[in-house]
């Protein structure tokens, strides 16, 4: 059999954000302290702490922003223990991730620090469970505020002259769970008011993320959109309208967190048969519908799509690895993981009209990693290397693709056997990320161009192995990378490949 896509322009211009590529990088196990930080004093090469393999690596994925410091660990985080000399900072016992002790020594100047090494933008989350309002907005003062000011002062003692770019602000995490096991009712609530001290000091307005629901959860979109956001308050008869609209809540985001796991009986990262692919494949796809349902309430009250769905938080959850802390959260990833984050990163282009930003979890040694390290060791993971294939895509044209596609079977269940989506650059390349979800069979693939351009030239790389579970280890860190692909056949605008069994594939036509 063969499957068919035809390419189209959408009638208006959609562009799938680069922020769609982001990451999250949370104090939990080994992500910030040995993973980023290591301190100015380590053997590790460093810059003023941070290690200069991690940085590097990271570079090459254009990363446009990074969540921080939680999850979690956001809503139990007093920022003010994390500034000034380090020596003198106090300690913290991070609850939720394993109860081990930290030293604040990563805090908000090593953070944007390392923004700053990135070359990526900040997406700090703000405590609400159990912080307070005055601190959440001294905390936007101390690293916005140019002026003289009793935080932006702070910030000159501590070292800091000019104050930071600062856009995305998390208002709580999770704040249903870990942030405060809040009704959304009541949440609604406590948003509208810690929002309104979420204050710009800058021309650049803070952009201002809500807690969003947990996966399936429509009631808590439907509640934040209409009592959070506040936008079908009647005004009432005797208010001016402009004067209304000023104290109406500003909710730029609303964050969507869903993972790909299995919550009853947490599953093998490495050790899997078919069954088990099947099964995260179909849990990937879930993502899809969980998208397209919220942003349908979304779309109930606000038509104008000016509130965005942030998924800023996804990726897989398995089992840790035998021997290491439950609490770290360690996990490998394989060939597997890299058919989950090209599936979601498909799904968020194909949706980039409502879907702004996504954040994998997370950057370093915790969850769907990019990079594992060991000691002064690094490897590079599977999903690593689809966000290096997928960063074409990053602030580039959507097209629209029509996709017919073959079914891939497991005993009595099938799902769509390729995913796909396709942008066209401001240089004109088109790109078409597609995943093969049968581990079996490579799937003839013909892609139709008409009306898009003229093309003459065609190449690609693909990420495929062997082997199902096949992944990256410290003794064989590049058992799996990707390959040029070259056998692409382009004729009168018609590209026709072989898409191999179990892969990623990335082609450029131009
Ligand atoms: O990413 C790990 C945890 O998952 C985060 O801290 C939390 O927000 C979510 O439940």
Redesign the pocket.
């Known amino acids: 059999m063969t499957s068919f896509i035809h390419v189209n322009k959408s009638e208006k211009k959609e562009v799938i954000s680069r922020h769609i590529y982001g990451h999250f990088a ?1 104090h ?1 196990g080994r992500c910030i302290y040995e993973g980023i930080w290591v301190g100015e004093d380590s053997s590790i090469p460093n810059t003023r702490g941070i290690r200069n393999d991690v940085v590097e690596a990271l570079r090459k994925l254009n990363i446009p922003n990074l969540r921080w410091p ?4 956001a809503d139990e985080y007093h920022w003010k223990d994390g500034i000034g000399p380090r020596e003198s900072r106090p300690s913290i016992v991070n609850n ?1 991730w394993g109860k081990v002790v930290e030293n604040n020594h990563f805090g908000t100047h090593e953070f944007l620090d390392l923004c700053e090494q990135l070359d990526t933008e900040p997406y700090i989350c703000g405590n609400v469970g159990s912080g307070t309002v005055q601190e959440m907005q001294e905390w936007v003062e101390y690293i916005t505020f140019d002026g003289e000011s009793p935080m932006a002062n702070l910030r000159r003692e501590n070292g800091r002259d000019q104050p930071w770019k600062l856009k995305y602000f998390g208002v709580g ?2 704040n249903w ?2 942030g405060g096991k809040m009704r959304v009712e009541y949440y609604a609530d406590v948003y509208r008011r810690y929002q309104t001290f979420v204050r710009s000091y800058t021309d650049t307005p803070i952009y201002k993320i809500a807690c969003g629901p947990q996966e399936a959860d429509y009631h808590w979109t439907e509640v934040m959109m209409r009592e959070g956001l506040g936008r079908t308050e009647p005004i009432p008869d005797e208010v001016v309208t402009d004067i209304w609209e000023h104290h109406r809540p500003e909710m730029d985001g609303l964050a969507l ?1 869903f993972y790909t796991r299995n919550r009853a009986n947490y599953d093998s990262a490495t050790e899997f048969t078919e069954e088990k692919w099947f099964d995260y494949m179909k849990r990937t796809l879930v993502m899809e519908e969980l998208v397209e349902k919220h942003t349908a309430i979304m779309d109930k009250y606000d038509p104008e799509k000016t509130v965005d769905l942030i998924v800023d ?1 996804w990726g897989t959850w398995f089992k840790v690895e035998p021997g290491t802390n439950p609490g770290f ?1 360690y996990q490998q990833n394989t060939l597997r993981d890299a058919l989950v984050a090209g599936i979601n990163l498909n799904i968020f282009n194909n949706r980039c009209d409502r879907v702004h930003m996504a954040n994998i ?2 950057m370093v040694n915790v ?1 769907q990693a990019m990079i594992l390290t060991e000691g002064e060791k690094m490897i590079l993971t599977p999903s690593y290397h689809v966000f290096e294939m997928y960063k074409v895509h990053q602030d580039a044209t959507l097209l629209r693709v029509s996709v017919s596609t073959d079914t891939y079977t497991y005993g009595e269940d099938s799902v769509p056997m390729l995913n796909v989506s396709a942008s066209q650059d401001e240089s004109g390349k088109v790109h078409i990320s597609v995943c093969n979800l049968d581990p079996n069979n490579a799937e003839p693939l013909t892609c139709n161009l008409d009306g898009i351009g003229s093309f003459s030239k065609a190449s690609g790389r693909v990420l495929t192995a062997e082997a199902m579970n096949a992944h990256n280890t410290f003794s064989d860190p590049n058992r799996i990378k990707p390959e040029a692909f070259d056998e692409i056949e382009l004729k009168d605008n018609e590209v026709s490949v072989t898409v191999p069994s179990k892969s990623v594939l990335v082609f450029e036509v131009q």
């Open positions: 949370e939990l939680g999850g979690c660990f939720n995490n999770e769970g870990c967190h938080e959260l979890a997370q969850l």
